[in-house]
């Protein structure tokens, strides 16, 4: 438009209505800038379209269930149209659906039938010699796959003895005695015996060592399980002392590692790296406030000790930017256990010699004093002996339902057994595959695998 032809009326009144139009604009644009929409007296929420996404969070792993490996696949699918019968084109795999089930058959029984010919011409009979040692052991009728099989029940599943022919007769329509089950397990225990002493040996090679006691009994006759355990080995020992003498054989003057344990006296005879348990302390510490509720000075120490212990289980360790050599770092950590060590002592020492509820755990921790925070020098060392706690705990529970063994072969069938069926389950093995390449080896004359190299 030629603003020079326009009248001067014309363009003075198309100012005045854009300067009002500009007015109503800046009041409209102050109204939404407050968020008070016109003839509203409140301010609604906003619009969900309008509303800031959130980033999701990534979870640390999916709830959702994987489909497994599947055996047989069975295709679904029209070849043409079921309403117009029309011809298909261009198929795709719409769903998945996995249905999971498990062979129920009766056991193979296979008789193999040696026949004996005459040989007309050099006068003599002659029959084959079949070779079975790729299928059972010695004249054993029982595959050794029934034989891990059955092994498994009884160890991994801690099933009795009367539960697994139960099992084998419900399932595979198997019938096999009582006596015939329990000389099986026998057997592989037998079998497995070199393997047993190589977990024994392996103990020795282990930086770490967990140890505990638990009472047994063998027909009738207390004895003890000797339980010595790290992160990938489990070895039991039975015998009828809890005497001293029983680390020596097991441990020896040979092991260089830390040895973890309770209290027990048993464990003095070891006279090299050694860390004492702090969930013994503190329950004993426990029960004795439980026991004397109104000691002022009992609750006093027990508190002390208490918050040390928390701070000696949240030490960092050293700065490793202050101190970036490992030696000087390893230096560092010694000293802060003598630190803490020293603490300790301040606190117990003046109620070492006065008649008063803590006088024992006190005198206990002076006499202990160098083997109660080797978990701070050593940062691979436990504060406390759960791990063995723990792998005890299948045997307590076995003594508790059984009473026990009732022989000498029994006792050492049960503990070889739990022995290496607890070592692989510390590997994470599959302990029927195991079992069976251990008697497949054994039937074969082949090296019997051993579980020291895989530590």
């Not at 209505?17 to 003839?39: D, W």
């Not at 795999?93 to 007309?120: G, V």
Request: proline content about 6%; hydrophobic content about 30%.
């Amino acid at each position: 438009m030629n603003l020079d032809t326009v009248p001067r009326k014309t363009l003075i009144a198309l100012i005045k209505s854009q300067q009002k139009r500009i007015e109503e604009l800046e009041k409209r644009i102050a109204q939404l800038e407050r968020k008070t929409p016109p003839g509203l007296p409140f301010h609604p929420k906003p619009s969900i379209k309008l509303k800031r996404k959130k980033k999701r969070r990534k979870r640390g792993q999916g709830y959702a269930r994987k489909l497994d490996r599947p055996t047989h696949v069975v295709k679904h699918a029209y070849s043409n149209c079921p309403n117009c019968k029309g011809k298909l084109y261009q198929g795709w795999l719409k769903r998945r659906r996995q249905i999971i089930d498990i062979p129920l058959t009766p056991a193979t029984i296979t008789e193999h039938q040696i026949f004996e010919h005459w040989c007309h011409s050099c006068k003599s009979k002659v029959s084959p010699k079949p070779d079975f040692t790729s299928h059972v052991l010695g004249k054993h009728r029982v595959s050794m796959r029934l034989m891990s099989y059955i092994a498994v029940l009884r160890e991994q599943e801690r099933k009795p003895f009367r539960e697994i022919q139960s099992h084998l007769k419900t399932f595979f329509h198997l019938t096999l005695s009582l006596g015939e089950i329990i000389e099986i397990c026998h057997t592989v225990a037998n079998k497995a015996l070199p393997v047993y002493k190589d977990l024994g040996k392996d103990i020795l090679l282990s930086p770490v060592v967990h140890a505990d006691e638990t009472g047994w009994r063998e027909d009738g006759v207390n004895g003890y399980i000797w339980n010595f355990n790290t992160p990938k080995i489990k070895y039991l020992v039975y015998k009828k002392t809890r005497s001293k003498q029983v680390v020596k054989e097991v441990i020896g003057k040979e092991f260089e590692g830390v040895l973890v344990t309770d209290f027990y006296t048993a464990y003095n005879t070891h006279l090299g790296y050694h860390q004492r348990c702090w969930v013994h302390l503190m329950r004993d510490i426990k029960k004795l406030t439980e026991n004397n509720p109104r000691n002022k000075k009992l609750g006093i120490w027990a508190r002390k000790i208490k918050r040390l212990y928390k701070k000696a289980k949240d030490y960092p360790g050293p700065d490793p930017g202050k101190y970036p050599n490992i030696t000087a770092q390893q230096r560092k950590r010694w000293h802060d256990a003598v630190i803490f060590r020293n603490k300790l002592l301040a606190i117990c020492r003046p109620y070492i010699n006065q008649d008063v509820p803590m006088k024992t755990l006190c005198q206990r921790i002076d006499k202990y004093q160098d083997e109660l925070f080797l978990f701070i020098a050593n940062p691979n060392v436990p504060s406390d002996n759960n791990s063995a706690e723990r792998s005890l705990r299948h045997s307590v529970i076995a003594r508790k339902i059984s009473g026990g063994t009732r022989s000498k072969k029994g006792s050492k069938t049960k503990f070889i057994l739990t022995s290496l069926f607890g070592t692989w389950k510390l590997q994470n093995k599959n302990p029927f595959h195991e079992c069976l390449n251990l008697l497949t080896s054994v039937s074969t004359n082949q090296p019997i695998p051993s579980l020291v190299s895989e530590v």
